[in-house]
């Protein structure tokens, strides 16, 4: 996807723009494309991001460590800030008491709005952080361990040699 110069889309009918999806993301490893569609209204002070997309993606099952597959859906909007300060890239202290107005996200007025990246982070957001799958599922299944300790077969060589030299 084409990343969208935030001025340009002032010039468009509606002021919006609407991308139909159907590709893969460079850093979300998926069976198939991402398909959906995603839609950008510049609205004066912020622009309104929607986006309806989905794709499959392999997990590991946290409890067997088996493969299987996923289907992630987004069906997600989120208002981006347009501010200047935006650009400003002043570095912050490691330690920062942070305000819920900090925690927007806001790009420049001039700049540009990277649909990949944005729908990239949605659809990540949607991976589930317990991964399980089905709720049936028992684990990795265990050796019957009815002897006291597990047994080493190095040692079998020592304990002939032990018993040769007791009788």
């Excluded at 893969?24 to 510049?42: A, C, F, I, K, M």
């Excluded at 265990?142 to 077969?153: I, K, V």
Aim: net charge negative; proline share 7%; glycine share 4%.
């Amino acid at each position: 996807m084409k990343a969208i110069y935030i001025p340009e889309l002032l010039k468009l009918p509606e002021q919006k723009e609407v991308i139909e999806i159907n590709e893969y993301l460079s850093d979300l490893e998926t069976l198939n494309p991402v398909r959906g569609r995603l839609q950008v209204n510049h609205q004066g002070n912020y622009l309104a991001v929607s986006a309806q997309a989905s794709t499959i993606i392999t997990l590991v099952c946290d409890r067997c460590l088996q493969q299987y597959n996923h289907r992630l859906e987004v069906d997600t909007s989120e208002l981006i800030w347009l501010d200047q300060s935006a650009e400003q890239l002043d570095p912050a202290p490691l330690e920062q008491e942070m305000t819920w107005e900090d925690l927007v996200e806001m790009l420049p007025p001039q700049g540009y709005f990277e649909p990949d990246t944005w729908l990239y982070e949605q659809l990540c957001l949607e991976i589930p952080p317990r991964q399980l799958c089905g709720n049936q599922c028992r684990g990795i299944p265990l050796a019957d361990c009815t002897s006291e300790s597990p047994r080493d077969g190095r040692w079998d060589a020592l304990e002939a040699l032990k018993r040769q030299l007791s009788r």
